[in-house]
């Protein structure tokens, strides 16, 4: 008689808890929903709200609008006792699609193509475009950048290196500072070659490290090219 007893109570808990999961599946629907609308509704405004601005005055941000011709950054490097140097001062993440003038060769930050470059370990035997390689940088990546003067075998143990690590790419870029040259989202170091223990540090710091603005965004599915 308790054994019964028991099994009712047990399979009516297990009936209770099923609907509280559902009610709660529904209720994450139910929210998921509502903000979709809410984002549809505020965007249309938004866009409703510009057209009208810039009907009554005839201005445009081109920032936003994706006609800027600079950076939006202001600032300076400051060079660490370990080489590396960061960007002091602001960094932009607007979406644009037009060229960037950048005031650092490579660009560590700043206004950037909406698309990223693929960066999941992918090496390039052409230039890439800046504007898509600092998108890459936003999502985490490390950048590795060589001129014509860089040894081939650094070239190739740097490529090596890049093929076999998530969150980085490697490219030719000949106007820069030295032959070798580590880029990450704010920070930049120049090296003397593959063996340089930098490197490493680099790498080690910078992938998917503090400095991420999208930590864990995705860096495939971009541009390849």
Same mark, same amino acid.
């Given at each position: ?47 409703? $709200? ?70 999941? $370990? ?17 999502? $985490? ?35 820069? $500072? ?48």
């Amino acid at each position: 008689m308790g054994s019964g007893k028991n099994s009712s109570t047990a399979a009516r808990k297990a009936r209770i808890e099923e609907m509280r999961r559902a009610d709660r599946v529904r209720e994450r629907r139910n929210r998921v929903l509502s903000i979709a609308a809410s984002v549809v509704v505020v965007a249309g405004l938004a866009v409703g $709200g510009v057209v009208l601005v810039n009907k009554q005055s005839g201005d445009k941000d081109p920032a936003a609008s994706g006609d800027a011709k600079g950076s939006g950054d202001s600032g300076h490097f400051t060079t660490g006792k370990d080489g590396v140097r960061t960007w002091s001062g602001k960094l932009s993440r607007t979406h644009v699609t037009t060229k960037v003038s950048y005031p650092m060769h490579p660009p560590v930050g700043g206004n950037h193509n909406p698309v990223w470059l693929n960066c999941n $370990g992918d090496v390039y035997s052409k230039p890439v475009q800046d504007e898509n390689a600092v998108h890459a940088l936003e999502h $985490g990546a490390v950048w590795v950048t060589y001129t014509g003067k860089a040894p081939k075998a650094d070239v190739d143990a740097l490529a090596a290196k890049v093929k076999k690590t998530p969150y980085s790419l490697m490219s030719p870029y000949e106007n820069q $500072g030295a032959p070798l040259v580590l880029s990450a989202w704010g920070h930049q170091v120049a090296v003397k070659s593959a063996s340089d223990p930098e490197v490493d540090r680099f790498f080690s710091t910078y992938v998917q490290g503090r400095q991420t603005p999208e930590p864990g965004a995705s860096c495939t599915g971009g541009v390849m090219k």
